[in-house]
């Protein structure tokens, strides 16, 4: 059994601390595309973020996104769960969804990544039988926030955040890890595309131009 996490509550400072998962894309928020790539794969969907996120997430527009997508009827359970270790950014949101997944493998994904495909995350996690984690890598670096982690990482990252090393990228030299290269990635279409992520607005001006592009 695999389960799926997006990551939400980060303080998105350069992009004036707005709410990145109810950004829209094509029209509809970033979090209900992100919902419903995920609902085909898996049985156990977490919604993670800091420790007000179960009451910032259940504002209107949010609270419709989360429980209407298109599978909400047979699709996967789907929990909101605030981080254990406050304060500790995107390792302290890995940290609460391992502890929290019913599945061995876990597919962790930022709220402001819109473009990731059902084909694309499922071979992801196929590749989790060899390795603790499987880690997207483009001219840009790891993307440690479309990975797979499976339930191995979560005591290496429970000392991390005991000792304050905060920074999920050097997860990878804790455990075993499968590095996913661009000619793979491209099996499956554009990296620029896939792993397009919002941290400006220019950032997000810029998706206009990827939506077409899809290849």
């Known amino acids: 059994m695999h389960s799926a996490a997006i990551l939400t509550g980060g303080q998105a400072t350069r992009f004036g601390g707005r709410d990145k998962s109810a950004l829209m894309v094509d029209?509809?928020?970033?979090?209900d595309r992100q919902i419903a790539t995920l609902a085909p794969l898996t049985d156990d969907l977490l919604i993670v973020g800091g420790p007000h996120v179960a009451h910032d997430l259940w504002s209107p527009?949010?609270?419709?996104?989360?429980?209407?997508?298109?599978?909400?009827?047979?699709?996967?359970?789907?929990?909101v769960i605030p981080d254990i270790v406050p304060g500790c950014g995107p390792l302290g949101g890995l940290h609460a969804a391992l502890t929290e997944a019913r599945g061995d493998a876990l597919f962790l994904i930022a709220c402001d990544m819109p473009f990731v495909?059902?084909?694309?995350?499922?071979?992801?996690?196929?590749?989790?039988?060899?390795?603790?984690?499987v880690v997207p890598q483009s001219e840009h670096g790891y993307h440690p926030l479309c990975a797979v982690y499976t339930r191995a990482c979560l005591e290496p990252v429970?000392?991390?955040?005991?000792?304050?090393?905060?920074?999920?990228?050097d997860l990878v030299t804790d455990v075993r890890t499968r590095v996913v290269a661009v000619e793979e990635i491209r099996r499956f279409g554009s990296p620029?595309?896939?792993?397009?992520?919002?941290?400006?607005?220019?950032?997000?001006?810029?998706?206009?131009?990827?939506?077409?592009?899809?290849q």
């Open 158 to 169: 429970a000392a991390r955040l005991a000792n304050r090393r905060l920074k999920i990228r």
């Open 117 to 133: 495909t059902p084909a694309f995350v499922a071979h992801l996690l196929s590749l989790a039988g060899d390795a603790d984690i």
């Open 27 to 31: 029209g509809r928020t970033i979090l």
């Open 61 to 79: 527009h949010v609270a419709h996104d989360l429980w209407s997508c298109d599978r909400s009827a047979t699709g996967p359970a789907r929990r």
């Open 192 to 214: 620029d595309r896939l792993l397009a992520n919002v941290n400006t607005p220019a950032e997000y001006a810029d998706l206009e131009a990827l939506q077409g592009h899809k």
